[in-house]
């Protein structure tokens, strides 16, 4: 991966091969529902690319992103609001100068903040994000996503997306289109949808019970049979995403609307073309088991066998290590200062200033269990 704001992947794909986000499910059974479920979307409704170039109302079409590397950013802690108990917490890599969704003027808008870490391999989302006059980042819901495994959040959590999906990966990025492939499935919304998800969504938005209703995840796919040979070149690499890997279904908002990073090198006439596709071209891939509230898995959440520090007293920046031994987690987190770390068991040496309490989070499908251990300074 290269470093800067949108910058290029350099072929490079989130998360592994065995993702769902990476499936190629252009052979996949077509689910019983489908026909239902594409009425309730409404079969006449057109596709849209909800990215571009340029601007509209004096923001950038589309959501933005950056990658960074640790070694020469600092991780800086972020203020969580209204989604906290459900927030993966700081440090996190967020550059002074990140962009927001709808930058240059982003408004009320979901204020997205995507940034990837190409040294580590995370991607740490944000969502309603603002950043004060000081600079200091807060936001009202954050995730942090390892980049190398089939991570999934707690069932019922919601992330920066309202599926409890990461965004980043269902994105469509100019430079996968100009090298000639999306290896991915794309993110989109409807106006409605299902108080229920299906995999690899992990969170409802809704109170609607009508099974019809699409539930968050729901995969379609665009038809087989459609012919896009007349559509620019750009367009029949996204096109063939849809009917490769499809479109997988993340929040509440407009009617079919596909998500992509705002670039000035998109050709707006060329995507508009795509709004002549209706949503009768396309069909719902079988979904597996739907989860809504009388059925949502419960198990243990991890066990955190010990979090230790070397010292507990100690003069301003003396090395400190801290060690932790967990099961059963999927990923883990050290707050404040380190961020997200791998293994379920290790350490990390911290250089305290000032007594802080740092606290282990250790979190898998089920849950989050906690730990901390404080550093006295004096």
């Not at 911290?350 to 250790?362: C, K, L, R």
Request: hydrophobic share 35%.
């Amino acid at each position: 991966m290269s470093v800067g704001q949108g910058a290029s992947l350099n072929g490079f794909v989130p998360f592994p091969s065995s993702n769902l986000w990476n499936t190629d499910i252009s052979a996949a059974p077509v689910d019983p529902n489908s026909d239902n479920i594409i009425n309730f979307i409404g079969s006449t409704v057109t596709l849209h690319p909800d990215f571009g170039a340029g601007t509209f109302q004096r923001q950038t079409i589309g959501i933005p992103y950056q990658v960074v590397d640790t070694a020469t950013q600092a991780m800086v802690n972020v203020t969580l609001g209204l989604y906290a108990d459900e927030s993966d917490p700081g440090p996190m890599p967020i550059p002074s100068n990140a962009l927001i969704e709808g930058y240059p003027k982003p408004g009320n808008g979901d204020r997205h903040v995507l940034t990837l870490d190409r040294r580590g391999c995370w991607l740490y989302e944000l969502y309603h994000a603002s950043q004060s006059r000081k600079g200091a980042w807060s936001a009202d819901s954050s995730a942090i996503w390892d980049m190398t495994i089939n991570e999934q959040r707690p069932y019922t959590w919601t992330s920066a997306d309202a599926a409890g999906l990461p965004i980043f990966v269902g994105l469509a990025r100019y430079d996968e289109v100009a090298a000639g492939a999306i290896n991915h499935a794309l993110r989109y919304t409807v106006p409605t949808t299902q108080r229920a998800f299906v995999a690899p969504a992990s969170h409802w938005a809704s109170t609607v019970t009508n099974p019809s209703a699409p539930p968050m995840g729901t995969r379609l796919r665009l038809k087989a049979a459609f012919d896009i040979s007349g559509f620019p070149a750009d367009d029949q690499v996204i096109l063939t995403a849809l009917k490769r890997y499809g479109m997988i279904l993340a929040d509440n908002g407009s009617a079919v609307f596909i998500s992509g990073v705002p670039d000035d090198r998109w050709n707006n006439t060329d995507l508009n073309m795509l709004k002549t596709i209706t949503a009768s071209n396309f069909e719902v891939v079988q979904m597996g088991t739907i989860y809504t509230d009388a059925n949502v898995p419960t198990g243990p959440s991890p066990t955190i066998s010990s979090f230790t520090a070397s010292a507990t007293s100690v003069t301003s920046g003396t090395p400190v290590t801290l060690s932790w031994n967990e099961s059963g987690a999927i990923y883990n987190i050290i707050s404040p200062t380190v961020g997200p770390v791998r293994g379920a068991s290790g350490s990390v040496t911290v250089f305290p200033t000032a007594t802080t309490t740092y606290t282990f989070y250790a979190t898998n499908q089920y849950g989050r269990t906690t730990q901390s251990v404080t550093v006295t300074v004096h």
